[in-house]
């Protein structure tokens, strides 16, 4: 009996947050361990598929870095990172496209579909989804910055009822461009302002930002995040996903966060439960 009485306390706890984003377009950035782990990939497809059901509209925007590390080892393409932005060659784009669009893309989406979602995986090319140019006047050879994101794309899919599945490529601005690998990270931020979605939200490798004694953030504004990059105490690929989540609630978003995708069905912890999971960040 106390076991009953505890499982209907979670179903009602969770009752007001269903209702918050009942209807509202939820961006999720798909990467680390859940996107790798067998079992952390079948509970990320079930929870995907509750928001589904629950009249939530999911967009998905996925990495895939560590397989692609994996092929450019093995080709002996040279890659290297900085300030946790991969510098991309000719060589290591074509890699970097036909991980993302054609190995991972094409995985992600049908596993979703096999779990009940009802999934479509495009890339940023595809509708010229994605724009971009060069990022830092060509620092990091053809990894890009986004210029435009073509939201109507992505709203007539989920009109459709289906879960945009998005590989981070991005069509340059001229003819015949071999176009741009794009921050999975950045990718999100910009697809989530500019669909106006109510909530970001990353799954990493980590329980969420940590502070100078190592203990996690729960909260964090705009000032208190950009401090703590200033300062070092955030570094490498974190700063990517702080700076994405900022330029997120600068530009509309209400809330964007950081969970800890190891942790199974983090993405319902972190919506449906008071308590929370990971990092949010909020507008001052």
Do not use: W
């Amino acid at each position: 009996m106390r076991n009953h009485s505890r499982i209907v306390s979670v179903l009602l706890d969770s009752l007001p947050y269903i209702r918050l984003f009942r209807g509202s377009k939820i961006v999720i950035k798909y990467g680390g361990a859940a996107q790798i782990n067998p079992h952390l990939k079948e509970q990320f497809a079930i929870d995907i598929v509750l928001l589904y059901m629950l009249g939530i509209k999911p967009i998905i925007i996925h990495g895939g870095g560590k397989r692609i590390n994996e092929l450019l080892e093995m080709l002996q393409i040279k890659s290297e990172f900085i300030n946790g932005l991969r510098v991309t060659s000719m060589d290591a784009l074509k890699i970097v496209e036909m991980v993302l669009s054609g190995e991972i893309n094409k995985e992600i989406t049908a596993f979703l579909n096999f779990n009940g979602a009802n999934a479509i995986g495009i890339s940023g090319k595809d509708a010229s989804l994605l724009q971009a140019r060069e990022k830092d006047n060509g620092k990091y050879g053809y990894t890009g910055e986004i210029t435009e994101v073509r939201a109507e794309v992505i709203d007539n899919l989920l009109e459709q009822n289906l879960i945009p599945v998005i590989a981070p490529i991005a069509s340059g601005e001229e003819s015949g461009h071999p176009g741009f690998n794009v921050n999975a990270d950045s990718a999100a931020s910009s697809i989530a302002i500019a669909t106006k979605a109510k909530r970001v939200i990353f799954l990493t490798d980590t329980r969420g930002v940590l502070g100078e004694d190592k203990e996690i953030l729960e909260s964090l504004k705009l000032q208190d995040a950009q401090e703590l990059i200033t300062k070092g105490v955030i570094v490498g690929g974190m700063i990517p996903k702080v700076e994405a989540c900022l330029e997120c609630v600068k530009q509309g978003v209400e809330k964007a966060h950081i969970i800890d995708g190891r942790v199974p069905h983090s993405l319902l912890l972190e919506l449906f439960t008071s308590a929370g999971i990971g990092s949010q960040f909020i507008a001052e």
